[in-house]
T-cell receptor, first 112, second 115 residues
Framework: ETGVTQTPRHLVMGMTNKKSLKCEQHLGHNAMYWYKQSAKKPLELMFVYNFKEQTENNSVPSRFSPECPNSSHLFLHLHTLQPEDSALYLC???????????FGPGTRLTVL | AQSVAQPEDQVNVAEGNPLTVKCTYSVSGNPYLFWYVQYPNRGLQFLLKYITGDNLVKGSYGFEAEFNKSQTSFHLKKPSALVSDSALYFCAVRDIGQAGTALIFGKGTTLSVSS
């Protein structure tokens, strides 16, 4: 899992806090993704970036704000979250196109 | 619309027996198909993919998958299961005609291998 790293691995936050999740890929890829994985639910795609440009936003609430400053780094800024936002947030990267994605270990988020 | 279905929430197999984890897909064109595995508290790990060519695809850790266009299936198989294969398995699909690069994942199948 050294190809895609995510920090922090665990995060507990209150509903009024602001925090950020960080993802970094060391694979030379040019596409990056955020996914949400909740218990008993399929993996949900949140955002896609190709060559630093956001190409998909899967109807994600505005309390989640992505940022991709370069093709190696991806952030997910969080503010005024709800308890139902508690989940495992996974970052992935790939070459742009129909190639396999490589996943980070995830950030386990708990919203109190 | 693209979709992928994993009809079994859980598959139970005894160690040493063959295993199959089922996946069916629906796309408007030709599919790119993937299998991933997830161990507890870890991210997803890529196992294998089908793009074109031979219908039997070999992947990591002794896993293989068979692409069947007429049945729109891409079942994951292994001739002899190990206890360490116990994990959550995801099938994913991308439509070649899609401009984006995102994959559509199934809901996952938990594989439990008993000793």
């Amino acid at each position: 899992e050294t190809g895609v790293t995510q920090t922090p691995r665990h995060l507990v936050m209150g509903m009024t806090n602001k925090k950020s999740l960080k993802c970094e890929q060391h694979l030379g890829h040019n596409a990056m993704y955020w996914y949400k994985q909740s218990a008993k639910k399929p993996l949900e795609l949140m955002f896609v970036y190709n060559f630093k440009e956001q190409t998909e936003n899967n109807s994600v609430p505005s309390r989640f704000s992505p940022e991709c400053p370069n093709s190696s780094h991806l952030f997910l800024h969080l503010h005024t979250l709800q308890p139902e936002d508690s989940a495992l947030y996974l970052c992935a990267s790939s070459q742009a196109g129909p190639y396999e994605q490589f996943f980070g270990p995830g950030t386990r988020l708990t919203v109190l | 619309a693209q979709s992928v279905a994993q009809p079994e929430d859980q598959v139970n197999v005894a160690e040493g027996n063959p295993l199959t984890v089922k996946c069916t897909y629906s796309v408007s064109g030709n599919p790119y198909l993937f299998w991933y595995v997830q161990y507890p508290n870890r991210g997803l790990q890529f196992l294998l993919k089908y793009i074109t060519g031979d219908n039997l695809v070999k992947g990591s850790y002794g896993f293989e998958a068979e692409f069947n266009k007429s049945q729109t299936s891409f079942h994951l198989k292994k001739p002899s299961a190990l206890v360490s294969d116990s994990a959550l398995y995801f099938c994913a699909v991308r439509d070649i005609g899609q401009a984006g690069t995102a994959l559509i994942f199934g809901k996952g199948t938990t594989l439990s291998v008993s000793s």
